[in-house]
Every structure is written in C-alpha cells, then in structure tokens.
C-alpha cells in the first residue's frame, strides 16, 4: 500500500469522525451508527462477493453468528463484552470457513452456492429461536449499564466513533487485500476460475481466506449492532434483511471497489429513511415506495458509482464545469454507441 | 530419462475412447508438436498433462516423478503452464493485471509482480496494450496475453494449446519468433497447432495424434511423409492416390 491507497480512507475517517461535533439529535446519530453497522457488513459482502464473485444470499449467518454470541456470552456468563464481541467475529469467521469448505470443497457456484449459503442462514434462524440459551422467540436484552468498561457508552458520539474506527480499519483491511497477492489471485478466481488455477491460484484456498475474512468482518457488524440496539431474537439476528442489506449496498455503490459498500449503505439507508419519513400515512406504503426506488436503482446504476465518482473528481477542472458536464454527456452517448 | 513422458495415457467418456494407450516424450529444450486431425484427442490430453482431468489409466512423468491427475496449480508452480485453446483472459482486468495474476505465483510483493508483468509483455509484444481491459483486444491480442500470463508463471515447461489458430497469415509470422525466443530462454514447449506452416517452422520434433492414438512421431519432414498421417487428416488410400498422382 501507498499513502496515495490510504489518504482517502484516512480523509473519510476524520471528515466523518467530526459528525458528533455538529450532530447532537439522537435520531440522527441512531441512523449513522445503524448506517456504519451496514456498512460493515456490506464491507464484508464485498470481500467474498464483489472481489471474489462468490455471490452470497446467507451473510445473516455471519452477523447473527457475531451478535449472539456477543450477547449470549455476556448475559449468560458474565463474560466482558469486548471478549464477547472478539469472541463472535472469532466464531463469526469459523462459521464462514465451515460453510465456505462444505461448499467451495464441493465445487459449488453462482447460485447453488448463494442458495447454500442462504439455506444456512435459515437453518441458523430457526435453531436459534427454538433453542434456550439464545432465548428463543422471547429474544435476549442485553441488561442495560452505561460504562465503557461495559462497552456501552452514555453518549451515542462514542459509540459512533468506536464504530466508525472499525469501519476505517474494514477499509483500510479490503484496500490492503486490493493490493496483495491475495487480492490478485481473488479477483482472478471471479474472473475465470480454470484460467487462475491453469496460472498456479489456489482457488479453493483463496476462497477459503476470502469467506472467512468476509465473514469475520460481518461477525463484527453484528456484534456491533447487538451492543447498540441491546435486543436480539432470531428475525434479527439471523433473518434474511441482513443478508438482502450486504449485498446490494455493495453492488449498488460497485462491487469490488473499497469504497462501494460505504456509498451503497448511505444510499441505501437514506433511501429508507427518506421515504418513511415522507410517507407516514398509510402503514406499509414507505416500503413499496423504497422498493420502487431500490428497483429503478438496481436497473439504472451508473456502473460501478465508487470509482465513477472517483474519476469524475480526478478529471475535475474547477474553472471549467461546462467541461465536466460535457464529459459525462460524452461519456453517456459513448456508452450508447458501444451497445 | 526424458523431461516428460506421457505412458499408456487412455481417456474415457462413458462410451467414447477420447485418448487410447497414448505414450510420447517431450526433449528438454526442445519446441515438441501435437498435431492431429480435429477430435483426435490433442486439447484432452492436454488437459491430463496440465492436471486438469484425470486419465482413465496411464501415467504422466515429469522429470522423473510421476504427476498424474495433480492439481493444476500444483504443477504450475512446479514450473508447468499452459494456456487455453478457447483463450481465458481475466476479462474485467487489464492486460498488465491480467498477466500480472501469473506473475504473483512467485513474486510475494505487487511492485515485483507487476515489473515483472510489463517485462513479460514486453517479451510477447503487449508493451502498448499494458492499460487496456483484456475483453477490448483483438484475437491476436487475447492469444499473446494467454501466452503472457502462462509465461509470468516462470515455467520449465510451457504447453500451448492452438496459439496460432484463428491468427492470420501474418499475425502467425509475428507470433513465431516469440514462441522460438521463448524456448531459447530455456522454457520448453510442447505445442498443439493446427497451423503446419507454424509447426514445419519451430518444431524439432511432432507427435501425431488420431482418434486418441498417436500413429507417427518424428521430425516434421519425416511425419508428414508418413503414410498414415496422409490417411488420418484426408481419408483412407489417400496416401496411395496422392503418391500414384505424382508418379503418373
């Protein structure tokens, strides 16, 4: 890595780690830290899936992997919930490599491999509202004591940072895989994967290391949001929401970029939040209205938004914006003529 | 004891007999031909040799160990590559990372990979394509990454499956001297082509492969004046017409 690789991540961090300096309203930080979770998770979504083409539909399976065992851990046992919350990215991580062996040992892909995954979340969802110890369908609260020890803070500014530094290390983590061997031989694997092994990749490993990174880093995002939220039943933890989340706010901000998931869950999230504020009246209406917009988001994506933006910005001459306008039309009947 | 050394290879898929008892050897050094009418067996033997497919029975021997049915990326960092006759770039990337992927099978660092890379583009003639998405070149320009990536893997043994096919006449003359300069560097090559031209030109020595059994091994003057090799590529007692035609 260069400092031309991180200084983006670093100017993101600290531009966004000054929001509770001007944000006080409590909704307000609920859906930043809610968003950062996303972002997390998607970020995790993006490793396996946009980098590696291994398209999971069962992420939940890693973030309720990673939240209950944060909370189980510390309600049943008394354990600290910085070692609970390490311990579910650690068990988060072993579920991904289980589910990862199981199904890339068997050759599975495209979407025997999504169904799989998905099939794994489910399974994970019913045991866990049957079974006691995660408090089945009553769900599990995390009893409420403010202390950082306790990794629960009395301003949410706090918790946001905390969350946000994860999300830069999350960052800072894909750019370093974009730029390793590990990362090469991972795009190569989505790619064409006869063509990387015919050129010595290991695909069955290489997965392996990208499904258990994926998985760890949705853990995290998990474990965060049992420790925010302090409530878990089974629909959250492990229900399909979350592993629907992951993934399009990767591939709605670019799949495969460092930045896409980041940009997808902002777009997302404040999709969500602008319709249900807008249209309150009648009960269930936001969501037909989010799904409208997700649908013509999905179906009009400027390709990859991460790296177009990023472009844009690079070609931008302040003193000439008619130039900057101009391209992108150029850019636009360019596209059309190459179809 | 010869570099490689396919012994009693046979393939079968369920009723058909793709490679039947074939045995051969490939020189160190040398630039080897596989040629064969089409559906002789030629791309599947290919692929046993390169650990894609398992053979029925038989064996291949490589530098005295046998490395029958190991994984490909096994034999590719043992020093053993190949390239694809239906060419398999990375095609969302650029030609430098496309060749650039080989590169990191023994090369840890990017920086190192990628010097690496452009110095192998160099060598196959990619210097001026180096930035563009591999799906934007043209068939010539896909055949000389697939060489590319194959040769950024430092392979001992380079296997290349139909480099030429597709080429035209003068595109062939381009890429021939990069194959021979190839073996010069010390990487041996055992080709299947179609092209003779190609074949007549680089190999030392040409194995004949028809429906899955070789029927002729020997320089290329000596193969194709062999009569079976007549009658496996234009049909039975065409070796006999043709000699009767010249004679008459």
């Known amino acids: 890595m260069t400092a031309k690789d991180v200084w983006p991540i670093l100017l993101f961090g600290a531009v966004a780690a000054l929001l509770p300096v001007f944000v006080t309203a409590g909704t307000l930080m609920n859906f930043a830290i809610f968003t950062l979770i996303l972002c997390l998770a998607a970020q995790g979504w993006n490793i396996l899936g946009g980098f590696g083409g291994q398209y999971s539909f069962g992420h939940a399976a890693f973030f309720g992997t990673g939240a209950y065992v944060t909370a189980v851990l510390q309600v049943r046992y008394g354990v600290n919930p910085y070692v609970t919350f390490l311990a579910g990215i650690a068990l988060a991580a072993l579920v991904g490599w289980l589910i990862g062996f199981l199904s890339f040992r068997s050759g599975l892909r495209g979407s025997y491999f999504a169904l799989v995954t998905l099939a794994f979340a489910e399974v994970f969802r019913v045991l866990s509202n049957a079974v006691e110890f995660t408090g089945g369908a009553a769900g599990l609260l995390i009893p409420l004591d403010q202390r950082a020890a306790n990794f629960q803070f009395e301003s949410r500014g706090w918790f946001y940072l905390v969350v946000l530094a994860l999300v830069v290390l999350a960052l800072l983590m894909t750019r370093a895989l974009e730029r390793s061997r590990l990362g090469a031989q991972l795009v190569a694997v989505r790619e064409n994967e006869e063509a990387a092994r015919a050129v010595g990749v290991d695909a069955l490993r290489v997965k392996l290391s990208a499904i258990t990174l994926s998985a760890a880093m949705t853990g995290a995002a998990g474990g965060l949001y049992a420790q925010y939220f302090l409530y878990l039943d089974s629909t959250i933890a492990y229900g399909a929401w979350i592993s629907v989340e992951a993934l399009l706010a990767p591939i709605i901000g670019g799949a495969g970029t460092v930045f896409g998931p980041v940009i997808g869950a902002v777009i997302l999230h404040t999709l969500a939040e602008a319709t249900r504020m807008m249209v309150g009246r009648i009960p269930g209406i936001d969501l037909v209205i989010y799904g409208i917009l997700l649908i013509l988001v999905v179906r009009f994506p400027p390709r990859h938004f991460a790296s177009f933006l990023w472009r844009q910005f690079r070609s931008y001459d302040p003193d000439l914006q008619i130039v900057f306008i101009l391209r992108i039309r150029r850019r636009r009947s360019a596209q059309r003529e190459r179809r | ?248």
């Open chain 2, 1 to 248: 004891m010869s570099f490689l050394e396919v012994r009693n290879v046979s393939m079968r898929f369920g009723g058909l007999m793709a490679v039947s008892d074939a045995s051969f050897d490939v020189a160190e050094g040398s630039i080897t031909g596989l040629i064969g009418p089409n559906g002789a067996g030629k791309t599947t033997l290919f692929a046993i040799v390169s650990g894609f497919q398992k053979p029925t029975s038989g064996q291949v021997v490589w530098r005295g160990a046998e490395i029958t049915a190991r994984p490909p990326h096994l034999l590719a960092a043992e020093g053993l590559s190949r390239t694809f006759q239906i060419v398999q770039p990375f095609a969302g990337l650029s030609v430098r990372e496309n060749i650039a992927v080989g590169a990191f099978l023994r090369h840890k660092r990017r920086a190192d990979a990628i010097a690496l890379a452009e110095q192998v583009a160099e060598q196959v003639g990619l210097t001026a394509e180096l930035d563009k998405p591999a799906a934007a070149l043209t068939v010539s320009g896909r055949k000389r990454v697939e060489l590319g990536k194959a040769l950024a893997t430092q392979p001992k043994l380079l296997l290349l499956d139909e480099v030429l096919a597709g080429l035209n006449p003068s595109e062939v003359r381009d890429i021939v001297p990069v194959v021979r300069a190839i073996r010069d560097s010390g990487v041996t090559v055992l080709m299947i082509e179609h092209v003779m031209q190609a074949v007549m030109n680089l190999c030392e020595s040409v194995h004949v492969l028809a429906q899955g059994r070789i029927i002729a091994s020997g320089t290329p003057a000596e193969v194709v004046a062999t009569p079976a090799v007549v009658e496996a590529y234009l049909g039975h007692g065409a070796a006999s017409r043709l000699s009767g035609g010249t004679h008459a």
